[in-house]
Structure formats: C-alpha cells, structure tokens
C-alpha cells in the first residue's frame, strides 16, 4: 500500500519496522519510526572517539538482534558533528551524529 505525496508514491509503514544499514554492513535491524523528527538514534555501546588524518570519528558495536549478545556488528564513523542529549531524567549527554544510508 501507499499514499501519494508530492508527488512521489510513499509506503505506508509500522512505528516499528525492520530496515537496513548497508554502510555498516547490517542487512536487518529493528527501528521504531519517527515521522517527524529530522534525525535518529542508534542504541550502540563501547563508543570511543578516535581521530583520521585529522578527522573525527567514532568506533562503536551494535547488537543488530535485540536481546542476541552475541551477534555484534563494529562500526567506524565520520562524525558530523556533536550534540547536547537530554534523558527522560534531565541528565545532559555529548552525542556524536553520524550520517549514514
């Protein structure tokens, strides 16, 4: 099924939806759909910032399969740029953006 908006024919799609991360290799990953937001986030833990021929990136895993320790997927990324992240509590957090297909 889709709807039609300018002009191009969308599918019409779940809050949560299985998608694809091919810049990182990831052929499956669930993700819960914001329509309206302009950015999204990726849950991903031993982030560690490193620098490339005097660039900014970031190395981190990924478990592509909630719950499944033990399929992790390491992800190297250019930094975009660093944001200022508010919990549900209030606490501040530095976050690396990243830009990916």
Known sequence: MTVKQRGFALPIIG??????????????IKAKVD?????S??????V???ERNGVTWVRFQVHPVQRKRDDTVQVE????????????????ALRPVIVTN
């Open 41 to 46: 986030s990726l849950h991903a833990f031993d």
């Open 35 to 39: 329509t309206g937001a302009r950015s």
């Open 77 to 92: 990324a250019e930094v975009h740029e660093f944001r200022v992240v508010r919990s549900s509590s209030g606490k501040a």
């Open 15 to 28: 809050w949560r939806e299985w998608v694809e991360l091919p810049d990182f290799g990831i052929k499956t």
């Open 48 to 50: 560690r910032k490193f």
